[in-house]
């Protein structure tokens, strides 16, 4: 604990601090006079310790300050561990306080960059790698382009462009620079339509799902962009389909409660540890990793959703079913 630290005003410790030396230097001259030493010493005494009183007081005011001089010096050499000490009470601790909270934040940030470039590179380099493969072996003559070797590139060639488009979409997110133009549309024509891309998708991948689609009423109306809610629903129906089992079935709906609108989509694949809701959500997050990236899932799908959903003043939310998995979208503003 630092000296002055329960004062909660800088102003009151300023003025404890001169109090304490003008007193120190009135004690000492009335001592030194009492006694009858000569004059200047005494001044000279009383001055060597007020000047040390005003140190010790004032310590615990200045050394903050410098401590967030370095640790400031420190961050912007990439060192976001430095902290300051924050004990007192008044206008200078409030700042360390906020200084460190804003370190550690930037520390956060700096984490999730770097575990953002090491995903993105690897989420890259397995397309290319396998592009690189097949053009080397029909380069080296060990393959014939055949209609087989083609579809192999042609796939790998979609998976990049598919994950090329959801980070340039995540960037317009966070900057705020994504097109949103908000209308009243139907949601039904939005929900067929991604429900019915996912058919085609499933029996391209050879997998066997089935879907269906109910609106509740059947001229339910929604107020937002159709083509970005188009991207939350077709996001989370591709990832149901993916995650369920071959024959298994996934069920869209949407329905209006008072003024609100809620789409559900539920599947009977693995489900979602509870402890891992919060983090599907997250850039790159799978909750399988491994079967995610066999199948082609990126772990930014959801990701994007869940921005779009924030976009339109809603909510996004995962619910636990058996089995399976329910992911629920609340939006504002719904009319019938």
């Known amino acids: 604990m630092r000296p002055l630290d329960q004062l909660r005003s800088l102003k009151a410790k300023l003025s404890a601090v001169i109090v304490a030396a003008v007193?120190?230097?009135?004690t000492v001259v009335a001592v030194g006079h009492d006694a009858g030493f000569p004059w200047i010493p005494v001044v000279l005494t009383a001055g060597l310790l007020s000047l040390g009183?005003?140190?010790l007081l004032a310590r615990g005011m200045t050394s903050p300050v410098k401590?967030?001089?370095d640790a400031a010096r420190a961050m912007a050499k990439g060192d976001y561990g430095r902290r300051v000490t924050a004990t007192s009470r008044d206008e200078v601790g409030e700042l360390a306080r906020s200084f460190n909270k804003m370190a550690s934040e930037l520390a956060a940030v700096d984490r999730m960059r770097r575990d953002f470039l090491a995903n993105v590179s690897h989420e890259l380099r397995t397309p290319i790698g396998a592009l690189q493969a097949v053009l080397e072996n029909l380069v080296d003559g060990v393959e014939s382009l055949d209609p087989k070797a083609l579809d192999t590139m042609l796939s790998q060639v979609k998976r990049l462009g598919r994950l090329v488009e959801q980070l340039l979409d995540l960037s317009r997110l966070e900057s705020g620079a994504i097109p949103f133009h908000p209308v009243d549309f139907p949601i039904k024509p939005v929900l067929?339509?991604?429900v019915r891309e996912s058919e085609l998708h499933s029996r391209g991948e050879l997998k066997e799902v089935e879907l269906s689609c109910s609106i509740r009423p059947e001229?339910?109306?929604l107020k937002g962009d159709p083509e970005r809610m188009h991207q939350v629903v077709a996001n989370i129906v591709e990832n149901a389909v993916r995650h369920?089992?071959?024959?298994?079935?996934v069920d869209v709906s949407a329905r209006?409660?008072?003024?609100?609108?809620?789409i559900e989509v539920l599947d009977e694949g693995p489900g979602i540890p509870e402890n891992e809701e919060a983090r599907v959500f997250e850039r790159f997050y799978r909750v399988d990793a491994a079967r995610s990236s066999s199948d082609g899932g990126t772990g930014l799908g959801l990701a994007i959703?869940?921005?779009?959903?924030?976009?339109h003043g809603g909510d996004m939310r995962v619910e636990q079913r058996s089995p399976g998995c329910r992911m629920v979208v609340t939006l504002p503003g719904a009319t019938s």
């Open 305 to 311: 959703a869940k921005g779009i959903v924030d976009l």
């Open 244 to 249: 369920s089992p071959d024959g298994g079935r």
């Open 53 to 55: 009183m005003i140190q």
């Open 256 to 262: 209006a409660e008072s003024d609100v609108v809620t």
């Open 219 to 221: 001229n339910l109306m």
């Open 67 to 69: 401590e967030m001089a």
């Open 23 to 26: 007193a120190v230097t009135v």
């Open 192 to 194: 067929e339509q991604a």
